[in-house]
């Protein structure tokens, strides 16, 4: 079995930063792509960024210039690099990854349980 855990949210003021980590651990070959999700209350879940294997990234429009997404191979881990943020950064994250168990199995896309991040005015 595979888990992602996810660490790092909470509650910060507009304009401050976060870094959100996300360390998949189990039965795992190798890891493809990696990636953090949002959804806002009352929303649907939204794309905040991935990154390959090749260390390609990519955002959504409204996050670019203020988040980064970075991984850690060895560590299986990925982060989420947040600066400036605003109210509207407020949602529970979720951080995904492609995860091949052994060398002869299938891709299997995993999600995190979620984190809280709550930006106030």
């Known amino acids: 079995q595979v888990q992602l855990v996810e660490s790092g949210g909470g509650l910060v003021q507009a304009g401050g930063s976060l870094r959100l980590s996300c360390a998949a651990s189990?039965?795992?070959?190798?890891?493809?792509?990696m990636g953090w999700y949002r959804q806002a209350p009352g929303q649907d879940r939204e794309l905040v960024a991935t990154i390959t294997g090749a260390s390609t990234t990519n955002y959504a429009d409204s996050m670019k210039g203020r988040f980064t997404i970075s991984r850690d191979n060895a560590k299986k881990t990925v982060y989420l690099q947040m600066n400036s943020l605003k109210p509207e950064d407020t949602a529970v994250y979720y951080c995904?990854?492609?995860?091949?168990?052994?060398?002869?199995?299938?891709?299997?896309?995993?999600w995190g349980q979620g984190i809280q991040v709550t930006v106030s005015s």
């Open positions: 189990g039965s795992i070959f190798s890891i493809n792509v």
């Open positions: 995904t990854m492609t995860i091949r168990g052994s060398v002869s199995a299938a891709t299997n896309k995993y």
